[in-house]
Every structure is written in C-alpha cells, then in structure tokens.
C-alpha cells in the first residue's frame, strides 16, 4: 500500500534519518516539514513551516491532501518543564489540525519520546527500564503529546506509536545536542592540540552502564511502526540492542581517532572547549570541511550532561522484539561507522 509520509522536524538527528530512510522505500513518498530548508535532503522535498503558527501551518499544508503517515520528530527547546510541555504539545496539535483537515486517510503517527520518561535527567532511575514503569511527577512533555494523541485518536481512523530511544547518535547540519558530533569534535580538538583522549566526566560515569540510540536504527523503527498493526498505540523503548561502559569504549574511540588514551580527568566541556572556536575553523579550513559554526558543530552542555551522569542509564527492548522488530547494532561498530561518515560528509578531518 502506498505512502505519503510527513516527516516533521527533517532538519533534525532523528527526522533526517528518517526521512531518508523512508524516502529509499518502495511506494513512499516523503516530504519534510523544517523551519529551514537548507541543506537540501536527497529525495526528500523540503516544506519550510514554522509550526507554532497554526494558521501558517494550514497554509502550508493545505495543498497535500492525500497523507497517510506522520514522524514527528520536532521539538523546541524551553528553560521549564511546564513550558517544554504547553509548546511541544502545541506544534504536535497545530500539524495534526491541518494534516486531518487535508488528508482524511491519515493512518498512523510515529513521535519519539526518550530517557527523560524514566526520570534519566533527574538521577538513578530502575533499570532496565521498561515502557509499563510507572510516570513521574509531571510536567513532562512526552507525557503530555502521548494523552493529547489518544484523546485525539478516539473514533478516529489512525493510530500512533511512541518510540523511545537514548542518546540518539548520528548527524545533521546545526544540530548540535548530538552526542556523536560531541565526542568526534572533542577528539579532533585534542588529536590537534597534541594531547591524549581523556574521558572528561566523573569517575562513576565512566564505569557506570550506558547505552545509546543509533539515527539509522531510529528510522527502521520508525519505518516498522508505520505498517507494524502490533505497533498500534503502544510505546516501545528502541537502542542499538547492547550497553557498555565509557570505561571499555573510550579507548577503542581513541583508537578510532589514531591517537593515545590517558586517564579520566573531570573536565567541564562548557569551560574548556567554549574558546576553541578560533581552532575549529583553522581546521575547516585546512581541510576543507563543511563551514559549520563552531557554537553549532556540538553542545557541550549536552556533552556535561552525559558524561556526568554516574548512574546505570539501561532500557529493556524485549517489547519491541516480542512485537517483531529485530534491528540492532554493535554500539563500538556504530562509532565507528559513524565516524568515518563524518569524515566522508567533511564534518570532522580525514585521519592521517
């Protein structure tokens, strides 16, 4: 059966992965719904909305009448809770309201939720984590999106599904809350300034069980949910299958990256690496990369974050297996396959 998908947030880690895995399927189509259009997404034809406005969202898409499928993977960023929930369940309200006004055979929604459903930005947490844990306190925006969707759905003819990955990695242009883009530009910068690779978080991050959410494995999941009937309106947690230790990975990054490992030493990346803007571009230039701004190649907010979280961060994926979705991947293979991308995209410096 035929689809015509609306991928929302294109721009993004998730939704890039996504629309271009769906748009290399047979009988899909896909469009991608982003603030900007630029850097075009091959095979995917680029809508520019801004979907806090309503109006301008029924606008925009008034002409596509025939929808069958949306991945929303939009988000906006706000300092509280109580405001992350009021605009993201707004942006998921305002392009429902104009897909279902356009296109009555709408069938199903995939929308992403994550860690943060289990408290992973909040401290320990029970693992591994499974999707029937019980809620937290709310605010919380994945909940919120979730009870709008099946308010919304009653007598309705679509279904959705939640995904819910942990520290997505994989690329997008001006996308910088990537762990990927964190940990390759960390090591270019030191591989430049002579230096060994040092984890820079604490003692028990380092040795505390993670797990991480490769963009490609996202998008097969996003891709089986659409057509998957068991996938109907459940939540399933999707990783790459495997934990580790940043103990045990650290050292075959390093090696990745061609150069010496040292000893763990916390150090903030918002303090460190904030003023090496002035070193990245030398780099663009000697080598010719894509001219990325600096403050938009990684977050290392996002980096602190992780690196500093010294609790076990592991989810169950029984769920999603019992439902039919197999897909994984060696998180050490990832890195690796990830990183050579990025020097195939001239987003980091070819090793040598």
């Not at 009988?27 to 806090?52: H, K, Q």
């Not at 898409?61 to 993977?73: K, N």
């Not at 003819?157 to 809350?177: D, I, Y």
């Not at 460190?272 to 600096?294: C, F, N």
Request: contains cysteine.
């Amino acid at each position: 059966m035929r689809r015509k998908v609306l991928v929302a947030g294109a721009q993004g880690v998730i939704g890039r992965a996504a629309a271009l895995r769906l748009a290399a399927q047979p009988d899909t189509e896909v469009i991608g719904l982003s603030r900007r259009t630029e850097p075009a997404l091959p095979g995917v034809p680029l809508v520019a909305v801004d979907l806090l406005d309503a109006a301008g969202t029924q606008t925009a898409l008034a002409d596509l009448h025939d929808v069958t499928h949306i991945v929303f993977g939009a988000y906006i960023e706000k300092a509280t809770a109580a405001e992350k929930s009021a605009v993201n369940v707004a942006i998921l309200r305002n392009l429902l309201d104009a897909v279902e006004a356009s296109s009555p055979g709408l069938r199903h929604i995939s929308f992403y939720q994550g860690g943060k459903a289990y408290g992973a930005d909040l401290g320990p947490f029970k693992t591994p984590a499974r999707e029937d844990d019980p809620r937290l306190m709310p605010p919380n925006f994945y909940y919120d999106q979730e009870d709008f969707l099946r308010e919304r759905q009653k007598g309705k003819g679509w279904s959705f599904t939640a995904l819910r990955p942990e520290a997505v990695c994989g690329f997008a242009v001006g996308n910088p809350m990537n762990l990927l883009t964190v940990i390759a530009v960390y090591a270019t910068i030191s591989k430049e300034l002579g230096i060994p690779l040092r984890f820079p978080g604490t003692e028990a991050a380092y040795r505390a069980l993670y797990q991480v959410s490769s963009a490609d494995i996202l998008a097969q999941a996003t891709d089986w949910a659409g057509t998957e009937p068991g996938a109907a309106n459940e939540i399933f947690n999707i990783t790459n299958g495997d934990y580790f230790r940043w103990q045990h990975m650290f050292p075959k990054i390093a090696a990745m990256f061609d150069m010496p490992l040292a000893d763990p030493v916390p150090t903030p990346l918002v303090t460190y690496m904030t003023d090496k803007g002035p070193l990245w571009e030398r780099l663009v230039e000697r080598h010719g990369l894509q001219p990325i701004a600096y403050e938009a190649v990684a977050s290392w907010a996002f980096g602190d974050f992780i690196f500093n979280s010294g609790f076990d961060n592991i989810s169950s994926t029984i769920k999603a297996r019992r439902a039919g979705f197999h897909a994984c991947i060696d998180t050490e293979d990832m890195f690796r396959e990830q990183f050579e991308q990025l020097r195939q995209l001239r987003v980091i410096p070819p090793l040598g």
